[in-house]
T-cell receptor, first 115, second 110 residues
Framework: DQQVKQNSPSLSVQEGRISILNCDYT??????FLWYKKYPAEGPTFLIS?????DKNEDGRFTVFLNKSAKHLSLHIVPSQPGDSAVYFC??????????????FGKGTRLHILP | DAGVTQSPTHLIKTRGQQVTLRCSPK?????VSWYQQALGQGPQFIFQ???????QRGNFPDRFSGHQFPNYSSELNVNALLLGDSALYLC?????????FGSGTRLTVV
């Protein structure tokens, strides 16, 4: 049972344009969401996160939007740059007082930024 | 400041053998989680160690076991290796919600 779904295995975007990566989740108990970026031969690196009490979080060129009613989040990258070419993983977790911080990952979306 | 260190980086084993993977957490982190990433898949949670005890476990058989040492470093052991165990094994250390991943160990079972 895939609790975090990234339905687009790959995405190609022209350099300078907006990249939009989508993610859906099924567990309504999730209340903290993260995006990780992964280059080949490296571990995932944290990119940006959002708590369920917010619907938007922005960090430079990266913005994450959360739609709790639709159980959907998206990552916007504007403008897209060649170095953004990587695999992006959406992840979700539960913020509980007992430090239950297991992170559930989607399958990832490979982003290609075209020159 | 060293991040998460995993060893070895690559490993080739034969079916039926046993393997031990090692992880040194980021300085200041006290929790270690292990993930398996098969080709074309996202990382799948194996288990998590905190205070030298397994705190959570994902849907993996008992062939997968682990250990955490007093210095917070950790080992992942896999017994009776199957071809399907071939994957990238990622270690992530954390302190509360500050997660850092290592570069992983690429295990190939032949």
């Amino acid at each position: 049972d895939q609790q975090v779904k990234q339905n687009s295995p790959s995405l190609s975007v022209q350099e300078g344009r907006i990249s939009i990566l989508n993610c859906d989740y099924t567990n309504s108990m999730f209340d903290y969401f993260l995006w990780y970026k992964k280059y080949p031969a490296e571990g995932p690196t944290f990119l940006i996160s959002i708590s369920s009490i917010k619907d938007k979080n922005e960090d430079g060129r990266f913005t994450v939007f959360l739609n709790k009613s639709a159980k959907h989040l998206s990552l916007h990258i504007v403008p897209s740059q060649p170095g953004d070419s990587a695999v992006y993983f959406c992840a979700a977790t539960l913020l509980e007082l007992n430090r239950d911080d297991k992170i559930i990952f989607g399958k990832g979306t490979r982003l290609h930024i075209l020159p | 400041d060293a991040g998460v260190t995993q060893s070895p980086t690559h490993l080739i084993k034969t079916r039926g053998q046993q393997v031990t993977l090692r992880c040194s957490p980021k300085s200041g982190h006290d929790t270690v989680s292990w993930y398996q990433q098969a080709l074309g898949q996202g990382p799948q949670f194996i288990f998590q160690y905190y205070e030298e005890e397994e705190r959570q476990r994902g849907n993996f058989p008992d062939r997968f076991s682990g250990h955490q040492f007093p210095n917070y470093s950790s080992e992942l052991n896999v017994n009776a290796l199957l071809l399907g165990d071939s994957a990238l094994y990622l270690c992530a250390s954390s302190l509360l919600y500050d997660y850092t991943f290592g570069s992983g160990t690429r295990l190939t079972v032949v």
